[in-house]
Nanobody, 119 residues
Framework: QVQLVESGGGSVQPGGSLRLSCEASGSIYSISAMGWYRQAPGKERELVAYRGGGTNFGDSVKGRFAISRDNARNAVYLEMNSLKAEDTAVYYC???????????????WGQGTQVTVSS
């Protein structure tokens, strides 16, 4: 069973920075993509960034956030800069991969980590 463990959330003032980390544990044969989504209170979950064959960012974070992966550790990182109050949300790690050589792609989600941007 694949589990995603997130860390690095917290509270920061507007204009500050935070770095989120997510590491996948358990047996997985291959990973197609890893990334981050977020959900603010009363809003739908939205893409922040993911990295697979290419890299995609949500429009609201382009130019401020960066995503990187460590394939050896099955990990993904989100560097968040110039944070704004509207970045406040629960951030979820996301993985698409095949658990075995014969299985198709599965989606996995982390438990979420809270990011609060407030003065």
């Amino acid at each position: 069973q694949v589990q995603l463990v997130e860390s690095g959330g917290g509270s920061v003032q507007p204009g500050g920075s935070l770095r989120l980390s997510c590491e996948a544990s358990g047996s997985i044969y291959s990973i197609s993509a890893m990334g981050w989504y977020r959900q603010a209170p009363g809003k739908e979950r939205e893409l922040v960034a993911y990295r697979g064959g290419g890299t995609n960012f949500g429009d609201s974070v382009k130019g401020r956030f960066a995503i990187s992966r460590d394939n050896a550790r099955n990990a993904v990182y989100l560097e968040m800069n110039s944070l704004k109050a509207e970045d406040t949300a629960v951030y979820y790690c996301y993985l698409v991969g095949s658990p075995t050589i014969t299985s198709g792609p599965h989606e996995y989600w982390g438990q979420g980590t809270q990011v609060t941007v407030s003065s």
